[in-house]
């Protein structure tokens, strides 16, 4: 069992946190997971989103040492996660999708990955199917040179002797951060609600000159969109927007000029490949949102923000990109050696 309780006045290594919406059917195989680490120095902090389903409220009675927050609405992922941060007493915070099942030795591996790389605050798990533990769910986020995020491997064979190295940024569904680099670099941008706003934390952290690192021994299964769909209307749409958002505000000046041309060319594929899909709806709605009004004001805003505190150049930025900008096709692997 995690060390501490909601009266416990130690601090943990290490606090987890889940944002659960309509999680019933995968949260307490989630939580059973955690309960079986090798690593036990840690508080779970669970986030409800106002779910209808009670499996929040029923983990809490099965194990009254989890932080249980109901902030009475659905606050998104992003705004759900930083509202734990808050209240979070841990070193190192551990963010894992209800729909994540770690391994025993997922929390060991993490932090023995952050004693042996004592310079690196930001790690990203290994995630495989869910339905079959011999395919990928992914090694990290990465990001095409035209700024499109994937997740490396998604769907892959695993491979055998899979290496330890930098990938672009951490996928939210599992992933190590620092907690005072998540607070410094101002947690997600909860103006995302979901999707993107963890590759948005990653490029943020990476124009501030930091690393984030792939430790494949620490591993999860993760089912993915168990609650809201990987191509129902929702999805499409915040995932069109915030993909926009993120190439926005974070693309460094002169990358921004080179690749504004292939964001483009690379966004109309998508939408001809959606609209033969039957979905171009939802898509081409979140490009619309993206470009308008006050949101689209305000992340302009943010991106002078971003780029003024950036100590990251473009040359930098793209070492660590997939130069081919349609590499999310084949969700190939973009593992570097740590410099």
Same mark, same amino acid.
């Given at each position: 069992?995690?060390?501490?309780?909601?009266?416990?006045?130690?601090?943990? !290594?290490?606090?987890?946190?889940?944002?659960?919406?309509?999680?019933?059917?995968?949260?307490?195989?989630?939580?059973?997971?955690?309960?079986?680490?090798?690593?036990?120095?840690?508080?779970?902090?669970?986030?409800?989103?106002?779910?209808?389903?009670?499996?929040?409220?029923?983990?809490?009675?099965?194990?009254?040492?989890?932080?249980?927050?109901?902030?009475?609405?659905?606050?998104?992922?992003?705004?759900?996660?930083?509202?734990?941060?808050?209240? +979070?007493?841990?070193?190192?915070?551990?963010? @894992?999708?209800?729909?994540?099942?770690?391994? &025993?030795?997922?929390?060991?591996? @993490?932090? #023995?990955?952050? *004693?042996?790389?004592?310079?690196?605050?930001?790690?990203?798990? =290994?995630?495989?199917?869910?339905?079959?533990? *011999?395919?990928?769910?992914?090694?990290?986020?990465?990001?095409?040179?035209?700024?499109?995020?994937?997740?490396?491997?998604?769907?892959?064979? @695993?491979?055998?002797?899979?290496?330890?190295?930098?990938?672009?940024?951490?996928?939210?569904? +599992?992933?190590?951060? #620092?907690?005072?680099?998540?607070?410094?670099?101002?947690?997600?941008?909860?103006?995302?609600?979901?999707?993107?706003?963890?590759?948005?934390?990653?490029?943020?952290?990476? =124009?501030?000159?930091?690393?984030?690192?792939?430790?494949?021994?620490?591993?999860?299964?993760?089912?993915?969109?168990?609650? !809201?769909?990987?191509?129902?209307?929702?999805?499409?749409?915040?995932?069109?927007?915030?993909?926009?958002?993120?190439?926005?505000?974070?693309?460094?000046?002169?990358?921004?000029? =080179?690749?504004? &041309?292939?964001?483009?060319?690379?966004?109309?594929?998508?939408?001809?490949?959606?609209?033969?899909?039957?979905?171009?709806?939802?898509?081409?709605?979140?490009?619309?949102?993206?470009?308008?009004?006050? #949101?689209?004001?305000?992340?302009?805003?943010?991106?002078?923000?971003?780029?003024?505190?950036?100590?990251?150049?473009?040359?930098?930025?793209?070492?660590?990109?997939?130069?081919?900008?349609?590499?999310?096709?084949?969700?190939?692997?973009?593992?570097?050696?740590?410099?």
């Amino acid at each position: 069992m995690p060390s501490g309780t909601a009266d416990d006045k130690s601090t943990p !290594t290490v606090s987890v946190i889940i944002v659960s919406y309509e999680s019933g059917p995968t949260l307490e195989r989630c939580l059973a997971g955690l309960a079986a680490q090798t690593f036990t120095d840690f508080e779970i902090l669970l986030v409800d989103n106002a779910s209808t389903d009670g499996a929040p409220q029923a983990a809490v009675a099965a194990d009254p040492a989890i932080r249980f927050l109901q902030p009475g609405a659905n606050l998104g992922f992003a705004a759900g996660n930083n509202l734990a941060v808050t209240q +979070a007493k841990g070193r190192w915070l551990a963010l @894992l999708n209800p729909d994540a099942y770690p391994e &025993p030795g997922w929390l060991a591996a @993490l932090l #023995d990955g952050a *004693a042996r790389h004592p310079g690196v605050e930001s790690f990203a798990s =290994l995630q495989t199917s869910a339905v079959d533990p *011999a395919v990928l769910d992914g090694a990290g986020d990465n990001m095409t040179s035209a700024g499109i995020p994937f997740r490396g491997g998604y769907g892959r064979r @695993l491979p055998p002797n899979l290496r330890e190295g930098e990938v672009f940024s951490s996928c939210g569904a +599992a992933m190590l951060i #620092d907690r005072a680099l998540f607070e410094d670099l101002g947690g997600f941008d909860e103006r995302f609600f979901c999707y993107c706003e963890d590759v948005d934390l990653g490029y943020r952290l990476r =124009l501030t000159g930091r690393t984030t690192l792939l430790l494949p021994d620490a591993r999860v299964a993760h089912v993915g969109s168990a609650s !809201t769909g990987v191509r129902s209307d929702f999805a499409i749409f915040h995932g069109s927007r915030n993909r926009v958002w993120t190439f926005l505000k974070n693309t460094p000046p002169l990358l921004l000029w =080179l690749t504004t &041309p292939l964001h483009v060319a690379v966004t109309a594929a998508l939408l001809l490949l959606h609209l033969r899909r039957g979905d171009a709806g939802p898509a081409v709605r979140g490009i619309r949102a993206a470009l308008k009004g006050a #949101d689209f004001t305000a992340v302009m805003a943010d991106r002078r923000a971003v780029q003024a505190r950036r100590k990251a150049g473009s040359g930098a930025i793209l070492r660590v990109m997939s130069i081919d900008p349609a590499a999310f096709i084949g969700r190939r692997f973009v593992i570097r050696k740590q410099r």
